[in-house]
């Protein structure tokens, strides 16, 4: 069980020891400072993979995207992220990682390029801000056995591997995370295998999502905001052809989410025109508070001058966006399209998910209620329940 949380910058313990290991390791020259500059980074993402596994399938135009990300994402994490030794080396660790993953597909598609072309059945997408219900509707979907979701370690690591170990490392990887911030299960419902948001696959393609989470990050932002957002989904796309292949179930509709498919809908919606959409909607007050713990236990162990009056005001305005961007995204969308309002939801989820499969024109089977009831009942046992306690004490400090 998480301890208390008695406010939204917290921070552990461990997480501070870890940080304070960290700078006396740089200070005594144990081991050096990685830069966070692209050609370094790129030096190490790459080693061990040929050049030509950078392009692979992909056009001159997606290369040059992600080199460009790169570039400007460095720049902000240097420039204004005021990171300290732990927020350092974490953002070192995760663009490290999103070019050792960006060349290890590359190298997948060069040996097996029909992969990431593999025919996909009409996928199921949960459009909504986060905190608006996303995961719950996202999750009871996924449980229906017509359908298929990705699972968390799927999403984190998307190269399939023989023997697949992503289970288990996922499953260290989180074990580590809730040493170092305790509050994490209440924030999200993780789970090595739990069907979850393709966050990750955003995050290889450097869009803004998982970043903006953790670093304050303006440039980058207003930059992801107004950018051609195609390069990042095509890559999207890839990964979930080769996903759905490796996996077997390419002929069922597969449900997604992430909040941040608000941001670019005609982009993500391009690569998949025959989609449903189901789009969750809460107040803004709700979302708001909730937004805003969400991100604060994130930017918290990033750095020590986060704050949260900074953090409040960024997420006013980004949620705004992203509900005028949904708006204007649906009113030149033709395909089925289902409304879930998160307190119908709560008050009676069976009604809610029978509605969104008619407007959907989808059949509702007795062994998709079953596969919801169970889906349910695990829920109501993780510790994500707390978070609302947490928002109630706040808002009474």
């Known amino acids: 069980m998480a301890p208390p949380r008695p406010h939204p910058l917290a921070r552990s313990r461990l997480s501070e020891r870890a940080g304070a290991l960290v700078e006396t390791l740089w200070e005594r020259g144990v081991t050096?400072?990685?830069?966070?500059?692209?050609?370094?980074?790129?030096?190490?993402?790459c080693k061990g993979f040929d050049a030509a596994d950078e392009q692979s399938v992909r056009s001159g135009e997606d290369v040059a995207d992600f080199r460009d990300r790169l570039a400007r994402l460095c720049t902000s994490l240097r420039e204004e992220a005021n990171l300290n030794p732990l927020g350092h080396t974490m953002a070192y660790g995760q663009l490290a990682s999103a070019i050792r993953k960006r060349h290890?597909?590359?190298?997948?598609?060069?040996?097996?390029?029909?992969?990431?072309?593999?025919?996909?059945?009409?996928?199921?997408?949960?459009?909504?801000?986060?905190?608006?219900?996303?995961?719950?509707?996202?999750?009871?979907?996924?449980?229906?056995?017509?359908?298929?979701?990705?699972?968390?370690?799927?999403?984190?690591?998307?190269?399939?591997?023989?023997?697949?170990?992503?289970?288990?490392?996922?499953?260290?990887?989180?074990?580590?995370?809730?040493?170092?911030?305790?509050?994490?299960?209440?924030?999200?419902?993780?789970?090595?295998?739990?069907?979850d948001e393709e966050i990750g696959w955003l995050a290889a393609a450097l869009d803004a999502c998982t970043y903006e989470a953790q670093y304050a990050i303006p440039?980058?932002?207003?930059?992801?905001?107004?950018?051609?957002?195609?390069?990042?989904?095509?890559?999207?796309?890839?990964?979930?052809?080769?996903?759905?292949?490796?996996?077997?179930?390419?002929?069922?509709?597969?449900?997604?989410?992430?909040?941040?498919?608000?941001?670019?809908?005609?982009?993500?919606?391009?690569?998949?025109?025959?989609?449903?959409?189901?789009?969750?909607?809460?107040?803004?007050?709700?979302?708001?508070?909730?937004?805003?713990?969400?991100v604060a236990a994130q930017m918290a162990f990033q750095t020590d001058t986060a704050s949260l009056a900074a953090i409040e005001a960024e997420w006013r305005r980004k949620l705004a966006l992203r509900e005028a961007r949904v708006e204007a995204a649906l009113a030149h969308w033709h395909g089925p399209v289902a409304r879930v309002d998160y307190a119908a939801l709560n008050a009676d989820w069976r009604a809610?998910?029978?509605?969104?499969?008619?407007?959907?024109?989808?059949?509702?089977?007795?062994?998709?209620?079953?596969?919801?009831e169970a889906e349910q009942a695990q829920a109501a046992r993780e510790a994500h329940t707390a978070h609302a306690r947490d928002l109630a004490r706040f808002k009474q400090n």
């Open 104 to 195: 290890a597909l590359g190298h997948l598609w060069r040996e097996q390029p029909e992969m990431a072309d593999t025919p996909l059945a009409p996928p199921i997408i949960v459009v909504g801000q986060m905190r608006a219900g996303t995961t719950r509707m996202h999750r009871l979907l996924a449980a229906d056995p017509a359908h298929a979701g990705t699972p968390f370690c799927n999403s984190h690591d998307p190269l399939p591997r023989k023997p697949d170990l992503r289970p288990l490392k996922s499953a260290a990887g989180l074990a580590i995370a809730r040493r170092i911030n305790p509050w994490l299960d209440t924030l999200h419902p993780f789970g090595p295998t739990r069907i």
């Open 219 to 294: 440039a980058f932002v207003a930059f992801n905001e107004a950018s051609d957002a195609r390069a990042v989904y095509r890559e999207f796309a890839r990964i979930l052809r080769t996903d759905a292949a490796t996996a077997g179930n390419a002929e069922r509709p597969r449900v997604m989410k992430c909040p941040q498919f608000c941001e670019h809908l005609p982009a993500l919606l391009e690569q998949f025109p025959d989609a449903r959409l189901v789009v969750t909607q809460r107040t803004h007050d709700e979302v708001l508070a909730s937004s805003v713990s969400m």
């Open 32 to 45: 050096p400072r990685p830069p966070l500059e692209p050609d370094f980074l790129w030096g190490v993402g």
């Open 352 to 372: 809610e998910i029978a509605r969104t499969y008619a407007a959907l024109g989808l059949a509702l089977s007795p062994q998709a209620l079953a596969a919801m």
